[in-house]
């Protein structure tokens, strides 16, 4: 009886080891690319733009090249592109209020990676002037540098880190901030966008902060809630982390502290060399 029991545990076992080796066959980059054409061709309804495989790696180094999954991304990142059109008119580096909001930090991004070489996005909540520009344009200005971003394979392959400061954000200006946007927000960046963040470390947050996250968190995916520190005024744990030589002024490093200047410089050269 044991000698039978041992047999079919063998027999599970290399069941197991078939299929391990199915999962890593299919999820070859060219196995993967193949694969991804022909869900192109399946689906001739979404009305894709970009079909060329240095973008469609982008959707795939995101997803560690499992097709189906990166193909969802795909889809969902096309339809919210034709459902919201009115979201890219002016979706561009000359518009004033996507630049105000790039000047205030809103997102910015840092000049070093982390120890992982993943690059460092932050966002600086409390320079948000809603009679400026609104939580959309905000939004708009996420997308433009992730955009900008994904053109470094290291990014698409390493994904990045997001650090949101929450100090001086104070309770009326998280007043403004409609739950609606912020779940497409999330919801975008979660579903049709392809980007990994790897973590997402919020500093100097208040109480009714935290209340608003726990709202948008169920918009996530388990494995992204995890990703999810919260900090309050602890900076120290932010940088068991990411290290202080890494890290602006502003988030106790020893960087100066954070200049938008140079960053929008290079959106403003990535677009003067696209439209040529």
């Known amino acids: 009886m044991s000698e039978f029991a041992e047999y079919l545990w063998g027999m599970d076992q290399v069941k197991r080891d078939l299929e391990n080796d199915f999962t890593c066959h299919e999820r070859q980059p060219s196995v993967a690319m193949t694969t991804f054409k022909e869900l192109i061709l399946s689906r001739p309804d979404v009305g894709f ?21 990166a193909f969802d991304v795909y889809v969902n990142y096309y339809r919210f592109m034709h459902s919201q059109r009115d979201f890219f008119l002016g979706y561009n580096i000359n518009n004033p209020e996507i630049r105000s909001a790039l000047e205030d930090g809103l997102p910015g991004v840092l000049n070093q990676r982390d120890n992982k070489g993943r690059r460092i996005m932050v966002m600086f909540a409390s320079q948000w002037d809603s009679a400026r520009y609104s939580l959309t344009t905000i939004h708009k200005a996420i997308y433009l ?49 392809p980007i990994r963040f790897k973590a997402i470390h919020c500093v ?70 696209t439209s040529e």
């Open 49 to 69: 733009i970009r079909t060329d495989p240095p973008f469609v790696m982008r959707f795939l180094r995101a997803r560690k090249f499992d097709a189906n999954d």
């Open 145 to 193: 540098s992730l955009d900008h971003l994904l053109n470094d394979v290291a990014v698409q392959e390493k994904g990045i880190v997001l650090i949101i400061d929450w100090s001086g954000f104070t309770f009326r200006q998280c007043s403004k901030m409609q739950l609606a946007v912020l779940r497409i927000i999330v919801e975008g960046l979660e579903y049709g966008f």
């Open 204 to 273: 100097g947050q208040s109480w009714y902060v935290e209340t608003a996250l726990a709202l948008l968190k169920p918009f996530l995916r388990p494995g992204s809630r995890d990703k999810i520190r919260l900090h309050g005024h602890n900076l120290c744990t932010l940088h068991e982390s990411i290290s202080k030589e890494v890290l602006s002024a502003e988030l106790g490093g020893e960087k100066p502290p954070y200049q938008s200047a140079r960053w929008i410089e290079q959106l403003i050269n990535v677009s003067s060399n």
